[in-house]
């Protein structure tokens, strides 16, 4: 990794630089980032002890097994690499669960995910309308184009909260399912 990164870890760019040469293996890389996937010291992509068979995660990505074999033996041979992803793991999410239990995400998009405070003025706005917050989940800017805040409540939101925060200047899209 280049002496650029942040201190601490790797960026996405970093971690695909890496796999520069192969797109099949780099799609297998953005698969195990963003579903939580690790690899384990025998080169198994896991969910916490559930093995996920290669040809399940070929499958996914539209590539052969081997490619999936190949990007988690060179996962293994790189000890920055190794450390990353020996130790993801997955988060389990409301979204797709809000139907069924009666809940509503708060869906904001924003015109640079780099500025800082935005979720806690989010947050901060719907605590001030008394709302219960079950699950804030905010995709990294580093592992997606255009990143998300998703705020999963118990209640609907009031019209004069929506205003409020349509109203706030990094807010570029609101939706509400």
Do not use: W
Request: net charge negative.
């Amino acid at each position: 990794m280049s002496d650029g990164g942040p201190p601490g870890g790797a960026t996405f760019d970093e971690i695909m630089e890496k796999f520069s040469d192969s797109p099949g293996q780099q799609a297998v890389i953005r698969l195990l980032l963003e579903r939580g996937f690790s690899v384990n010291e025998e080169g198994r992509v896991v969910s916490g002890g559930i093995e996920i068979p290669n040809t399940g995660i070929a499958r996914e990505v539209g590539v052969d097994r081997r490619v999936v074999d190949a990007t988690t033996s060179a996962i293994l041979d790189d000890e920055e690499l190794t450390r990353i992803f020996t130790n993801i793991s997955a988060i389990p999410s409301l979204m797709d669960l809000a139907p069924v239990l009666d809940l509503t995400v708060l869906t904001v998009a924003v015109r640079d995910a780099e500025e800082t405070g935005i979720v806690a003025t989010v947050t901060d706005a719907i605590a001030d309308h008394e709302l219960t917050i079950r699950q804030v989940i905010s995709e990294d800017p580093e592992f997606t184009d255009e990143p998300v805040l998703y705020v999963i409540t118990d209640e609907d939101l009031p019209g004069e909260l929506i205003n409020e925060l349509r109203a706030f200047e990094f807010v570029r899209r609101i939706e509400i399912e």
